[in-house]
């Protein structure tokens, strides 16, 4: 019986870590689209998608945009009376950082993969 009981201390023991890490990894993944203090934003391309699709940032942050598709070219863009952003093609693995200067909703495409689309709101 104290085998048992020991079994279940340490079952119960692991449980708990386990749940101490699931919220220490949503912690950490809910703060890629909350940074603060000159992180910049990270935009993942994979599957000719965005990943996020949607961002909400203040003016003056940085959106980094980098593709993690391992065999496709991308270029991400925004155009725009207000603000205008062009990566150039994207290598697999490449980043490309970009400042979002001016306040106002912006879409960010691929002129590759035209159903790509972000949309970063900026504060």
Known sequence: MPLLQ???GYKNARISMLGVAGA???IA???AWTQQGGVPYVVSQRGRA??????SIKQGDTVRIVN???DLLHHAYVESDTFNFDSGD???GSKTDVVFSVPGTFNVLCG???KMKL?????
């Open 112 to 114: 590759i993969h035209p």
């Open 24 to 26: 220490l990894i949503l």
């Open 90 to 92: 994207q290598l697999p």
């Open 29 to 31: 993944g809910g703060s």
């Open 50 to 55: 965005f990943h996020p699709v949607f961002l």
């Open 119 to 123: 949309v970063v709101v900026v504060k």
């Open 68 to 70: 993690d598709d391992g």
């Open 6 to 8: 020991s079994f279940k």
